[in-house]
């Protein structure tokens, strides 16, 4: 028992002697305190360094925009030929409609064609065919202002 007692009251001297503060801490912080009261800062002054303005390059980026990008199958009427990417502006039941819509743009200068989706027997009028997707969503966009329910067509083989 005697060696218990012995060990915990080593143990307590020891963390007693560990906890105890400096006395050179407490004196730079009373000196600290003491300019600060003054008026005196013990800080250096610093120096800044001015900021580089950087502006950024401007890269001509086509929109491109899948919000109305549909995929179907088409058989062009007329021995016409598409490309990937058409911008239909109207669709029809019947031929006949399709058709008048077709000679309307076609005398606006459009390359318009008629082609049909075999699986729902749906006359596209197409405006303009593409390639590229952003050359056909500009397109849609321009054609948009008269024909305001425009929308894209990926032909599909």
């Known amino acids: 028992m005697k060696k218990f007692s012995f060990g915990i009251a080593l143990l307590a001297a020891i963390a007693l002697v560990g906890c105890k503060s400096s006395e050179s801490s407490y004196k730079k912080a009373y000196e600290k305190a003491k300019a600060q009261e003054m008026g005196q800062t013990t800080t250096q ?32 009427m007329n021995n016409g030929t598409l490309k990937s990417y058409n911008v239909v502006c109207g669709s029809f039941k019947s031929l006949d409609n399709a058709n008048n819509l077709r000679n309307t743009l076609a005398s606006k200068g459009y390359s318009a064609q008629v082609a049909q989706n075999p699986d729902t027997g749906m006359y596209r009028v197409i405006a303009s065919s593409f390639e590229d997707r952003g050359s056909a969503v500009s397109s849609r966009d321009a054609l948009r202002a008269t024909y305001p329910d425009a929308w894209i067509l990926l032909r599909a083989y």
């Open 45 to 76: 002054p610093v120096t800044v360094t001015p900021v580089q303005t950087v502006t950024p390059v401007q890269q001509n980026v086509t929109p491109v925009d899948n919000s109305d990008l549909r995929t179907e199958r088409l058989n062009v």
